[in-house]
C-alpha cells in the first residue's frame, strides 16, 4: 500500500500560471519535505516541515511556497512557474527520530511548463 | 551547509562481478548516511543506510562502510544482477539538536550499467 501519495503524477502548466502540487501521507510521520529533481540531477532540498514548523532552504526561490494544513497533506505552490521550473517534485517523509530514520518517499509529480 | 560528492558518475560492470560507489561527505556534524536506489520515472528507495555509530553494515548482496576519520562513505554490491540495473545516491544528514529533521543532502548519483 502506498505510503506517501502524490497527486498528480504528471502536471502540466503555464509559464507563470500558479499550480498546486499535493502530497499525503498514512505514516503519521513528523516530517514532510520536499525535493526538485530536475532530468539526470539529485534530488534538491526546496523546504520542509517540522509538526507545523516551516524550514526553508536558504537558496530556494521565493516562487516556492508550502503549506501543512495538518500531519497528513503537505502542499507545494508555485505561484510563478517558469520554464527551468520543469522537473520531477518530491514528497518524502521522516519520523524524526533524531536524523536516524529513513524518509520515505512518494511517486513524485512530473511537473512540465509551457 | 553539507556537502556531499559521489564518484563514479557512471559504472559498468559485468554481471556477476561487484561494483563500489564512494561518497565524501563535509560536514562532521552528519550521524545518518543512506543509500537510495532509483529507477527510471520511479521514486527513490532506500536500500541500505549507516549511523555514525557504525563502521560497516550489511545487508545480503549489499554492504556500506563509513570512516569518520576521513568523512566518506562507501556502498558495495556483490554478485551484481540485471535488475541492479538504476542510478545510485548516497546521501548525509547533518545531526541536529532539535529532533534530526533536517532534509537529506544528496550526492550527484551513480548510473549503474550491468552488462549482462
Known amino acids: 500500500d502506498a505510503m506517501v501519495i502524490q497527486n498528480p503524477r504528471y502536471q502540466v502548466t503555464q509559464f507563470g500560471k500558479p499550480v498546486t502540487l499535493s502530497c499525503s501521507q498514512t505514516l503519521n510521520h513528523n516530517v514532510m519535505y520536499w525535493y526538485q529533481q530536475k532530468s539526470s540531477q539529485a534530488p534538491k532540498l526546496l523546504f520542509h516541515y517540522y509538526d507545523k514548523d516551516f524550514n526553508n532552504e536558504a537558496d530556494t526561490p521565493d516562487n516556492f511556497q508550502s503549506r501543512r494544513p495538518n500531519t497528513s497533506f503537505c502542499f507545494l505552490d508555485i505561484r510563478s512557474p517558469g520554464l527551468g521550473d520543469a522537473a520531477m517534485y518530491l514528497c518524502?517523509?521522516?519520523?524524526?527520530?533524531?536524523?536516524?530514520?529513513?524518509?520515505?518517499f512518494g511517486q513524485g509529480t512530473r511537473l512540465t511548463v509551457v | 551547509g553539507e556537502n556531499v560528492e559521489q564518484h563514479p558518475s557512471t559504472l559498468s560492470v559485468q554481471e556477476g562481478d561487484s561494483a563500489v560507489i564512494k561518497c565524501t561527505y563535509s560536514?562532521?556534524?552528519?550521524?545518518?548516511f543512506p543509500w537510495y536506489k532509483q529507477e527510471l520515472g520511479k521514486r527513490p528507495q532506500l536500500i541500505i543506510d549507516?549511523?555514525?555509530?557504525?563502521g560497516e553494515k550489511k545487508d545480503q548482496r549489499i554492504a556500506v562502510t563509513l570512516n569518520k576519520t576521513a568523512k566518506h562513505f562507501s556502498l558495495h554490491i556483490t554478485e551484481t544482477q540485471p535488475e541492479d540495473s538504476a542510478v545510485y545516491f548516497c546521501?548525509?544528514?547533518?545531526?541536529?539538536?532539535?529532533?534530526?529533521?533536517?532534509?537529506?543532502?544528496f550526492g550527484k548519483g551513480t548510473h549503474l550499467i550491468i552488462q549482462p
Open positions: 546521501a548525509a544528514r547533518p545531526r541536529q539538536g532539535g529532533g534530526g529533521a533536517d532534509g537529506l543532502t
Open positions: 549507516i549511523r555514525s555509530n557504525v
Open positions: 560536514d562532521s556534524a552528519s550521524n545518518y
Open positions: 518524502a517523509t521522516s519520523a524524526a527520530a533524531g536524523g536516524l530514520t529513513e524518509a520515505f
